[in-house]
C-alpha cells in the first residue's frame, strides 16, 4: 500500500473512531486514501483552526486522543492556535500535516512551512517523516507520546511523495522509546508523609486540577476527599471532577471564584495540590497566596513540582494510583469544625448580581440553563472564554466528570463552538450546549455548517452584550473609563437569522419568559440551535480579584456602582 493507505490503516489499529480536517494539496493523497474507504469517520471543517478544536473537544469529552489533520502552509499554521491551547490545557492530540515534496522543502516552494519548526515550544515531540518506511512506527509513537504521561499535543508531517511512496505494511504491537519514561507509580514514602500531613491538619484543603481528568482518576479522588472528610476546590479545568453538589465541594479558586473559596483555599493549613501547576489566575500575587499553608503536590509531572509554589511534599507519579494509595494510608481527622467555617463562608459571601427585572441579566441567563438540565447527567457543556465563561463556571454545576469543557491557560476566543462539536462526534448521545459570547461565537460561527451538515447537532447560547466584555470590565475598573475598540453591537449580525441561513434554527430572547421559551425549544428539539440572549451589557463579572492583587483581596459585587453604558 502507499503512505496515505498506511495512515489510515495505523489509524484504524490506535482505535481511532473520529478525525477532523480540511484537504488541501500536500495532503490530498490522505484524502484520496479516505475516498477509497476506511472505518474512520471523517468530520469536514470549515477552518483549521476548527478541526483543532473539535479535536481537543472530543479528547476532552472522551478521554480518548483526538485527531485533526490538515494541509501544508497555511493550513497547518492555522492548527497552531489549537496546538498552542492543548499544550497549555494538557489536551491529548495528535496532529497529521501534509507537507511539499521532499525534494521541494527548503525551496520556499508553494505553499511550503516548517510547521515542525513552528510547534516545537509547543508540542511535546514532532516528527517530519522522510521514509515511508518508518510511517507506522511514528504513528504508533504520535499516540503512545500524546496520551501517557502529561498529556499533550504531537504533530507528524508527512511529504507529499511520502504519502504517495509504497511500503509493505505492518502496525507495530509495541515501541521503543529510550528516551520517555512516564514515571509508573508515586514514592511510597512520600505518599505516607502526605498522609500523615493531611490527617494532622486542622484545616486541610484539596486543590484539583484538570489532571485528575486526564488520569480517569475521579473516582480514587472522591474516595480520598470522602475518606478524609476533606474540602475540595477545582480549578476551571477540573469543573466536573468533582461533584459539585456535593456537600465537600468547597468551589472554584481564582480571579473569579467566590470570596468563600479563596478564602478556604487560602486559610488552610495544609493544601494537596492534585494535577494543578498554581497558575497565577488561581494565586494572584504568589507571595501572599496562602502563606502559611503546607503545600503537598501530586503531579504526573516532575517540571510541575516547585515550578511556581515550594512543594513541602512532593509526589511524582500517575494520580489513578497515586491517590487510591493516598487515600488508604490516610487517617481521618477532625475537619468538621473547618467544614462548618467553610460553610459560614458561603454563607456570607454568596454571588450576588443586580436583581434589576426590567432587563435580561447575563447570570440569569446561566441560572436558567442550570434549572433547565439540573439532575441530567447527559449534557455537556462547552464555552468561549470571558465574561460569559466565568458566570458559566459559577452558576452552572456539574457532577460528572468531562461534562465541562473550555479553554484555560490559552484562554482562546473562539473555542466553544467546534469544541461543541467535537464533544458532540464523542458523545452523539449527549445534549451539548455551548455557552458563548458575542465576540467568541463572530470567531468561528461558520463550523455551525459543520454541525448541521455532519449532524452534529449542538445547542449555542450566546450571552450577548454587544461588547467584548471582558475586555470592557477592565477598561472601565483599571483604565478610568476609557472605553476602546469593543463595541460589537447587539443586534449586528442578526444572530437567529445567521443560524437559519446555516440550516439551523434561531432564537431571540429579550426577556426572561423569552428565553426561557427559546431554551425549552431548543433543548427539546435535536437540531442544532442558536439562542441569542441580549443581555444587560452593564454588568460585570463579579467577585474579582485584580491582577497582581492577594488572592483574599476580592472585589465584591457593589449595587451601588453600576456602570454608565458608553
Known sequence: MNGADAILRSLEAEGVEVVFGLPGGAIL?????????????????RHEQGAGHMAEGYARASGRVGVCIATSGPGATNLVTPIADAWMDSTPLVCITGQVRSSLIGTDAFQECDITGITI??????????????????????????????CGPVLVDVPRDVQEAELDFSYPDSISLPGWKPPRRGHPRQITAAARAVAAAERPILYVGGGVLNAHATDELLELAERGRLPVVTTLMAKGAFPETHDLHAGWPGMHGPKWSNLA?????????????????????????APGATV???????????????ADIPVVGPLKPVLADFARELQ???????????ARWKEEYPLRYSDDESLL??????????????????????????????????????????????????????????????AKAARPEATVVCVDGDGCFQMTQQELATAVLEEL??????????????????????FEERFSQIHLTQAVPDYALLAQAYGALGFTAETPDELREALEEALASGR??????????????????????AAVDTIEFDAGRQEVVA
Request: proline share 5%; aromatic share 8%.
Open 29 to 45: 493523497p490522505l484524502y484520496d486514501a479516505f475516498a477509497r474507504g476506511t472505518t474512520v469517520r471523517h468530520v469536514l471543517a
Open 457 to 478: 447537532p449542538i445547542v449555542v447560547v450566546i450571552v450577548n452584550n454587544g461588547y467584548l466584555g471582558m475586555v470592557r470590565q477592565w477598561q472601565d475598573m483599571f
Open 528 to 549: 442544532t440551535c442558536v439562542v441569542d440572549a441580549r443581555v444587560d451589557p452593564r454588568e460585570h463579572c463579579f467577585p474579582m480579584i485584580p491582577a497582581g492583587a
Open 121 to 150: 515550544p509547543i508540542v511535546k515531540h514532532s516528527w517530519l517523516v522522510q521514509d515511508v518506511d518508518e510511517l507506522p512506527e511514528v504513528l504508533k509513537a504520535a499516540f503512545h507520546v500524546a496520551r501517557t504521561g502529561r
Open 361 to 422: 441579566k447575563p447570570q440569569r441567563v446561566l441560572e436558567l440553563l442550570q434549572e433547565l438540565t439540573a439532575g441530567r447527567d447527559d449534557v455537556v457543556w462547552t464555552t468561549g472564554v470571558g465574561q460569559h465563561q466565568m458566570w458559566a463556571m459559577q452558576y452552572v454545576l456539574c457532577d460528572t466528570p468531562r461534562t465541562f469543557i473550555t479553554s484555560g491557560g490559552l484562554g482562546t476566543m473562539g473555542y466553544g463552538v467546534p469544541a461543541a462539536v467535537g
Open 296 to 310: 503537598v503536590h501530586l503531579d504526573i509531572d516532575a517540571a510541575e513540582i516547585s515550578k511556581i509554589r515550594h
Open 332 to 342: 481521618p481527622g477532625k475537619t468538621e469544625a473547618w467544614l462548618a467555617q467553610i
Open 265 to 289: 483555599l487560602n486559610k488552610a493549613d495544609v493544601i494537596v495540590a492534585v494535577g494543578a501547576r498554581f497558575d497565577d489566575r488561581v494565586t494572584g500575587k504568589l507571595s501572599a497566596f
